[in-house]
């Protein structure tokens, strides 16, 4: 076992193993949907929750719990809860920590689907949210309720790579009585940590940077051992979107190369965005590495690098933004991110589509906008790509 001291890198690698009597080296996959007991006393002292241990793969399973201990060593958290995806994770905290007639209020700028969730599926159990402007710190003020219990971001936010301040929001929710829920989605633990600026939750969808190679659909909670090894670990043993062993399997080996990862995104798209904001057929760029990004300095401050996702509109709207798209021949015209491939997207006709205009326009999303997922790829092809609608 690894001590408290030990460091990122090596806990990313090393941390949340238990080697088995066969003195493996590499993490095994234990493919198996239940375990067996020595005798009827000790199934039924593990039913009664008298003694620790595997009972079926729903609960627990070995290779998930290597997976669930290495990221929440990571994230600095005393207990990680793996799920099927991330949108699992983001419906387990709602449903095992809210009842009707609580309240969210969350970032407007949060992924789409989460959005549904709120907007569409909650209000149905009677709990309602409040959508506000991620970095207006009396927004957020003014929509806290009596009854709000949690207050939800994703920050840098999509696609605009806005930034929130964790802290101040952190001290917020804690003198209203709510939790703080940070989707730390696009910097990973490599490059922020949410808990130990204040949040309460931690939450991940591993489909994206923790796999980093674009294999599996999954998603964790990190947080205290009250409520994710307690709380958010039984509503999850019972509905069910537990994470497969093979997909935790995954994610473990993917956790072993974020950090050198995440650096290599951050680079290339610091030099992504550099170029884009010299280019004359280019609007605007939106990068938290850049200096002319309006919370540039907070960024230094909250992250340790600025991630892998650049976005900037060009001049001559949805027509350009298009033909940019088109022009390529190597990005993947796709809306995952995340991955070592380089990904395109227009968010205004796909991730944002079904925003009207009015809440396209209050979101910022031009028609003119295109986001980058930088993977890691040689930059001067993925620049040499883009160059192709964008210079003639
Ligand atoms: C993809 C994504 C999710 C949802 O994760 P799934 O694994 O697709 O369910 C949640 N939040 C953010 C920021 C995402 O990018």
Known sequence: ML?????????????????????EHGEPIFATSSFVFDNA???????????PGNIYARFTNPTTQAFERRLAALEGGESCVATASGMSAITAICIGLLEAGNHIVSSRSV?????????????????????VDMTDLNAWQKAIQPNTRI????????????????????????????LLVVDN?????????????????VVHSATKYLDGQGRIVGGAVVGNHQLVGEELFGIIRTTGP?????????????????????????????KLAKYLSEHTAVKRVYYAGLESHPQYELARRQQSDSGGIVSFVVKGGREMAWKVIDNTRMLSITANLGDVKTTITHPAT??????????????GIEEGLIRIAV????????????SRGLDD
């Open 111 to 131: 992924f789409g689907t989460t959005t549904v969730l709120f907007e569409k599926y909650l209000p149905r159990f009677g709990i309602e949210t409040s959508f």
């Open 350 to 363: 796909t991730t944002h589509g079904r925003l009207s205009d009015d809440q396209k326009r209050l979101s």
């Open 242 to 270: 537990t994470m497969s062993p093979f997909n935790a399997w995954v994610a473990l080996k993917g956790l072993e190369t974020l950090s050198l990862r995440m650096k290599a995104h951050s680079e290339q798209a610091g």
């Open 41 to 51: 006393a000790q199934a039924a002292s593990r039913f009664a929750g008298d003694e």
């Open 151 to 178: 207050l939800f971001l994703e920050t840098p936010s999509n696609p605009l790579t806005e930034i929130a301040n964790i802290g101040a929001l952190a001290d917020l929710a804690h003198e209203n009585n709510c």
């Open 375 to 386: 993977g890691l790829e040689d930059i001067d092809d993925i620049v040499r790509d883009l």
């Open 3 to 23: 001590d408290e001291s030990t460091h990122f890198d090596t806990q990313a690698i090393r941390g949340g193993n238990r080697r088995t009597n066969e003195q």
């Open 185 to 201: 989605c696009f910097c990973t633990p490599a490059l922020q940590k949410p808990l130990q600026l204040g949040a309460d939750l």
